[in-house]
């Protein structure tokens, strides 16, 4: 395929994931004080109790004005396919782009990654609260893109140094991760200039990449000793397969082995829209690590 004919596969991919209406949730709740600080919550359709519980953190290259409206539609979607669902909102970058380059601030430091922590925390109560048909011993955490890095530290948490305020003591009780297209290996995502410069605008500038990337990057939080799973597009051009691909095969060198599932002829945005068979293979790398 010609360059030209897959930059207009991905815009078309990216229109119809973006087409879908916002799926309002069931409830919400707050975690924080901070207005980006809540978590909408999804009950599985079919009425089901003792559900699986799918914690879902979105992407957009942890920039502000992609929020979790995004993934509304396939928050229900998973809801429908027997799920409980908790899409977490949190700080990201901000609406002033910086000096060099158009796009707005990646995410804060470290108020994205105080936010994926505290919400993680409070999910079991507020999950139990707001959620009832949920089952909070079985959940499996997911994300796309720069959502995918969140999910994958969050499931690392007790590997991070010694004296980070994020570090648990013990790993967190989940069944696994399912990482979609994940932000997964900073240094290939630098290389590659993911997302226009994001991975450095996260971290706070080239400066601070080195100390702070010891505290965030999924490829050097290995291993994790939690189940974990990637789901690739071959023609991902927002986050390139080679991404995910380093991700795999540092944690193997860790003695960790991950499972990649690469998509042929998908591209970045069918794996979070309803309307794309990518999304029903989602579904099912998640329901092998909840059931």
Do not use: N
Request: proline residues 9%; contains cysteine.
């Amino acid at each position: 395929m010609s360059d030209s004919a897959a930059r207009d596969r991905d815009a078309a991919e990216e229109e119809s994931a973006f087409a879908h209406p916002v799926i309002a949730p069931d409830r919400s709740a707050a975690y924080g004080s901070h207005p980006d600080q809540v978590i909408d919550f999804y009950a599985p359709r079919d009425g089901r109790t003792g559900a699986p519980l799918v914690v879902l953190l979105h992407g957009g290259a942890w920039r502000a004005p992609y929020d979790r409206h995004h993934v509304s539609p396939f928050a229900d979607f998973l809801a429908r396919r027997g799920f409980a669902v908790a899409s977490v909102e949190y700080r990201r970058g901000g609406e002033i782009p910086r000096q060099r380059g158009s796009e707005p601030a990646a995410g804060r430091w470290p108020e994205t990654f105080d936010d994926v922590a505290a919400a993680m925390d409070a999910m079991p109560l507020l999950a139990g609260r707001e959620l009832p048909q949920a089952d909070v011993r079985r959940t499996v955490v997911t994300g796309h893109s720069a959502g995918g890095q969140l999910a994958l530290w969050a499931a690392a948490r007790h590997v991070l140094p010694e004296g980070s305020p994020w570090r648990l003591p013990a790993p967190p009780p989940l069944r696994g991760v399912v990482a979609l297209a994940p932000v997964a290996d900073f240094a290939t995502a630098v290389e590659l200039d993911v997302c226009s410069g994001a991975v450095h605008q996260l971290l706070g500038g080239e400066g601070d990449f080195a100390e702070r990337s010891a505290f965030a990057d999924p490829a050097v939080l290995l291993p994790t000793g939690i189940a974990t799973a990637v789901v690739q597009g071959i023609c991902d051009l927002t986050v390139p397969p080679a991404v995910s691909e380093a991700f795999v095969d540092a944690a193997a060198k860790a003695g960790e082995m991950v499972g990649l599932t690469l998509l042929e002829d998908v591209g970045h945005f069918p794996l979070i829209d309803p309307s794309a068979d990518a999304c029903a293979v989602v579904a099912e790398e998640l329901a092998q690590l909840a059931w």
